[in-house]
């Protein structure tokens, strides 16, 4: 049986530039992102007695984290007809309009907007009382990690920092 022959490929005389010339060097690689910040999303009982909402409120848990990977992010209730799909879901409190709220952030500070909904979006400070005025429509507010923003009948977010195990 004879080999075949040598093809210019892979030949050892033939330099890194003729067969691949187009070499990825390890800097095009991206690096993965790192998950920095998280929202807790809270059904909060104290909240709903003072919405005044017909709809039963569902029984309080724990959270449910939802990371954010982004830095303007949309608080609502998915719709598949209008092609909505907010990163915080609040799709079970009925209170929470479609396009709710959008929540940004310059990467150290974050922002809270309301987007005209019909029930308004709330924020204050951890440990305070309950908010009892909307921010005005359309207005940025900023808040701190670890503030309320209140939203619907029901739901409460908290902005935090990804814990290590999040990551």
């Not at 998915?78 to 940004?104: E, Y």
């Amino acid at each position: 049986m004879s080999s075949p022959a040598p093809s210019a490929l892979s030949s050892p005389d033939v330099p890194d530039e003729v067969t691949n010339p187009n070499p990825i060097s390890p800097s095009q690689f991206s690096s993965p992102k790192v998950l920095t910040w998280v929202a807790e999303v809270w059904i909060d009982p104290d909240w709903y007695a003072t919405q005044e909402s017909d709809e039963p409120c569902p029984s309080p848990g724990m959270p449910a984290v939802v990371p954010l990977w982004d830095q303007s992010i949309l608080v609502g209730r998915r719709s598949t007809s209008r092609n909505i799909h907010p990163q915080v879901d609040c799709g079970t409190d009925h209170g929470v309009s479609r396009r709710h709220a959008q929540l940004t952030t310059d990467g150290q500070r974050w922002f809270a907007e309301d987007l005209q909904s019909s029930n308004g979006t709330y924020v204050s400070s951890a440990g305070a009382p309950l908010p009892t005025a909307p921010i005005p429509a359309g207005q940025r507010v900023e808040f701190r990690e670890g503030d309320r923003v209140y939203v619907g009948a029901w739901t409460r977010l908290v902005v935090r920092k990804a814990t290590p195990e999040e990551q």
